[in-house]
């Protein structure tokens, strides 16, 4: 609709030879009816042939219905979260899953856009840059810890999504900020008897 209401440029549509040729032909009707028929019967004519102009030319429907998530995909993804099947990955999303490997991939695909090895690499990188803010793990420990078997896959996959390698404990300790409470946080804090 808005298309139809932008100040900025009147609606236009570039026409093919076969839509030209229809379009032609329903004003030619139109034309012969304001010169023999009803002024009421010419009206409801024009009408429905705007009518069709707008509908055809003009709006667009989504053809599919969306469609809901299957409730095995919910759950399996649910289950994906807990760190030991993480960290064993695509093999334990595998068994878990209540379909075979290429149902699942292409499921997976459909209503999230990704492959099932994409997603859970996903999520080990979630969970490394947790570990990494919020523990002193040496970056094989994290790599380790996240279900990576491979450093290099880890550091490549690290930096593709991040722009920048995992830094080892020591330089992240270096560039790790102390934090002082404000007054107002010290205040909120309960007090223990």
Not at 42 to 52: D, F, G, K, P
Not at 61 to 74: A, F, I, M, N
Not at 80 to 99: F, I
Request: with cysteine; glycine share 2%; net charge negative.
């Amino acid at each position: 609709m808005s298309l139809l209401t932008s100040p900025e440029f009147p609606p236009s549509v570039r026409l093919d030879d076969a839509q030209l040729d229809r379009v032609v032909s329903l004003m030619n009707e139109a034309d012969e009816y304001l010169h023999n028929a009803n002024p009421l019967h010419t009206r409801y004519h024009v009408q429905c042939i705007l009518a069709m102009f707008f509908e055809e030319y003009f709006f667009t429907y989504d053809t599919e219905l969306p469609q809901k998530v299957p409730s095995w995909l919910t759950g399996l993804l649910a289950e994906m979260q807990k760190l030991e099947n993480m960290q064993e990955g695509y093999r334990r999303m595998c068994r878990l899953a209540p379909c075979s490997p290429n149902h699942l991939c292409r499921t997976l695909k459909h209503f999230y856009g990704v492959t099932p090895t994409e997603y859970i690499n996903e999520q080990r990188l979630n969970y490394s840059v947790y570990l990494l803010t919020q523990t002193d793990l040496d970056i094989l420990d994290i790599c380790d810890a996240c279900g990576f078997s491979n450093l290099s896959h880890f550091y490549h996959l690290f930096r593709r999504k991040f722009g920048c390698p995992p830094l080892p404990s020591s330089e992240r300790a270096e560039k790790r900020p102390v934090q002082i409470p404000d007054k107002a946080s010290v205040q909120a804090l309960p007090v223990c008897l």
